[in-house]
């Protein structure tokens, strides 16, 4: 089955600084790349995601860009705010009609901005 | 966007006894919604899918006749943590899709005493 790594577990920021998650997956048959920010207690936000038909994909200040041959996509949020602090996942996914939805997750990554 | 709700969000229950999770779509039908589990300071842990109208399929580890599913309408899947232990002690969430994303369930939080 798919096996998603995802780098670093924690990442200590300054308030304006950029910031950088990385996930590895393993099943070259995913094709579907979501983040999510988690607050404590709460319910994953998608906050971005990516199709393996696209390289790369902008969002205000968060972009995410895949690497189909290497099988890594990674997270960039620009310009960080003390509200961008949480826990942000990667998830991986093949949207076939059996699968589609079935998400399997990274490890996480706690995020602190500091003002 | 969609909404999927659970309830309740909180839950204690003795161990031993079992505790039903509701999860609904409530604005649009799912054939097919998935359950997680998260521990503290963990990832989700994608535990079974549930698919309307048929038995759900668990996950490689997930004990089905523990984790009961069952999806008996468009818009509803209920998960049955029988015989709860300390354990078991959780937070559970759903999640069902359309329009290409995923929408989750606000999550149970399960304590077992």
């Known amino acids: 089955g798919e096996n998603v790594e995802q780098h670093p577990s924690t990442l200590s920021v300054q308030e304006g600084d950029s910031a950088v998650i990385k996930c590895t997956y393993s099943?070259?048959?995913?094709?579907?790349f979501p983040w999510y920010k988690q607050e404590l207690g709460k319910r994953p936000q998608l906050i971005i995601d990516?199709?393996?038909?696209?390289g790369e994909k902008k969002d205000q200040r968060i972009a995410v860009t895949l690497n189909k041959t290497a099988k890594h996509f990674s997270l960039h949020i620009t310009e960080t705010q003390p509200e961008d602090s949480a826990v942000y996942f990667c998830?991986?996914?093949?949207?076939?009609?059996?699968?589609?939805?079935?998400?399997?997750f990274g490890a996480g990554t706690q995020v602190v901005v500091t003002p | 966007g969609a909404v999927v709700s659970q309830h309740p969000s909180r839950v204690i229950c003795k161990s031993g006894t079992s505790v039903k999770i509701e999860c609904r779509s409530l604005?649009?039908?799912?054939?097919?919604m998935f359950w997680y589990r998260q521990f503290p300071k963990q990832s989700l842990m994608l535990m079974a899918t549930?698919?309307?109208?048929?038995?759900?399929?668990?996950e490689q580890g997930v004990e089905k006749d523990k984790f009961l599913i069952n999806h008996a309408s468009l818009t509803l899947s209920t998960l049955t943590v029988t015989s709860a232990h300390p354990e078991d002690s959780s937070f559970y969430i759903c999640?069902?899709?359309?329009?290409?994303?995923?929408?989750f369930g606000q999550g149970t939080r399960l304590t077992v005493v």
């Open positions: 999640s069902a899709s359309i329009f290409r994303e995923a929408f």
């Open positions: 099943d070259s048959a995913s094709n579907y």
């Open positions: 990516i199709r393996s038909n696209v």
């Open positions: 998830a991986a996914s093949k949207e076939t009609t059996d699968s589609w939805g079935k998400l399997q």
């Open positions: 604005d649009f039908q799912a054939t097919t």
């Open positions: 549930s698919n309307e109208g048929s038995k759900a399929t668990y």
